[in-house]
């Protein structure tokens, strides 16, 4: 619950704090957002499965971010978009972990609510 939390104040800092990022490094932070939602919600499923690590939260979320941003500046001096690699990657797990939580979340809730109702 505390990174969901981090990255909603992140969010409401980047929208309310007046600055421009410079164009040409736009795609190097796209990738890195990409990666730390990825590390976020990666993060949410090993929390509901009781198998969260901070360890492993950080070196997901520094590491992710590096090596996309790292693929990104690659493809950009032999001029390929290879940024779409870790754009392709971390949105198919982003969506594959967002089912995961929203499942354990409704779930976990209809189990609850079932057995209430039993005793």
Known sequence: MIPLIGLIIGLL???FVPYKIPVEYSTYIVVGILAIVDS???ASVANLRGKFDMKLFWS???GNAALAMLLTFIGDKFDVQ???APVFAFANRIFTNFAIVRKKIFLK???DEGSSSQT
Do not use: P
């Open 13 to 15: 800092i980047g929208i």
């Open 40 to 42: 976020v919600l990666g």
């Open 60 to 62: 997901g979320i520094l």
């Open 82 to 84: 290879l940024y779409l």
């Open 109 to 111: 809730k209809d189990n």
